[in-house]
């Protein structure tokens, strides 16, 4: 499969710490691709070597099939984790430049532009300047730019950064939408619910090294035999017989969005799978399963909690 961006052996060292470390990177065209890790992991320096914002030390990188993101900038979209804009013009001026800059016309980018805004609830703002509007609607602009000319590669570093929660939904939505139409998506957050639902391959790395390059298909299938979800046929009912199972050794409510149901802790020492029919004898259920394992438990899994907790006192 042909890929949009592929990274051999990259090395980029600031004062001596290596802030990427000997990463490898491949992206099929038309995929999402989750890069996730903790604040300070080598996320968006990483970004920045594929946008040509920064050069590595070492190593190859191709992005759409050029040597560098110079030959293809009119075929990428950014959005940087710093948020940037003109603050003195107007917003239509603003959304118009960058799409001139990328050879797009300007009755179709007015177009475009018009259509996106109206979509992520900023009707009515292109007349005013960049500097009147607020932190959240500028970042919604700043991804109206990112788009607007339709590009083969959206990147999008920390895109739902203080954003509001119907804006977050919004922009979700906007971004399968591009993905839809063949955009190949890179999008980084420490937040790794996020690369779970929107991505099809999620990259993990820390202390700038790849430590994780799996198919979100392959985790979703990963449980965490030490923890049972169950929810009882009549969500009244006593589950004191549950609690007292010997291989039970905590029980909390589990709200899973429908109704409360209930997570049982196995002890260490116990069969997982008789722990399993154990309850399901215990009560009437309507759902019985491992609870599946979350990308934050596979990442201190990976790394360590010492070593994940001295990472993120460093990138303080």
Known sequence: MEQA????????????????????????????????????AGKTTTIRLIMSILFPDSGALQVLGCASAFA?????????????VYRKMRVDEFL???????????????QRAGKLLAQLG?????????????????????????????????????????????????????????????????????VMAQAEE????????????????????????????????FEP???????????????VAALQINDNGYGNGYEARLREDCDAQAALQAIGAALPLVRLEFARRRLEDIFINLVGE???REHLQGAA
Request: with cysteine; hydrophobic share 40%.
């Open 122 to 190: 900023l009707v009515d703002v292109e007349r005013k300047r960049c500097e009147d509007l607020s932190k959240g609607m500028l970042q919604r602009v700043q991804f109206v730019g990112a788009i607007l000319h339709e590009p083969e590669l959206l990147i999008l570093d920390e895109p739902f950064s203080g954003l509001d929660p119907i804006s977050v939904r919004t922009l979700k939505d906007m971004i399968r939408a591009e993905r839809q139409r063949g955009a190949t998506i890179l999008f980084s957050t420490h």
């Open 96 to 110: 118009l430049y960058l799409a001139q800059l990328r050879g797009v016309a300007e009755p179709l980018a007015r």
């Open 5 to 40: 961006v592929c990274a051999r052996q990259l090395v980029k060292s600031f004062n001596g710490n290596k802030a990427v470390d000997q990463l490898d990177l491949e992206i099929p065209r038309g995929a999402a691709w989750g890069f996730i890790g903790p604040s300070g």
């Open 72 to 84: 293809a900038r009119q075929r990428i979209g950014y959005l940087p984790e710093e948020r940037g």
């Open 233 to 247: 046929l009549d969500m009244q009912a006593d589950v004191a017989p549950v609690r007292a199972l010997p291989c």
């Open 306 to 308: 010492d070593s994940l």
């Open 198 to 229: 929107l991505c099809d391959q999620v990259v993990m790395i820390h202390k700038g090294r790849k430590v994780l390059d799996e198919s979100t298909q392959r985790l979703r299938r990963q449980f965490d035999q030490r923890r049972i979800l």
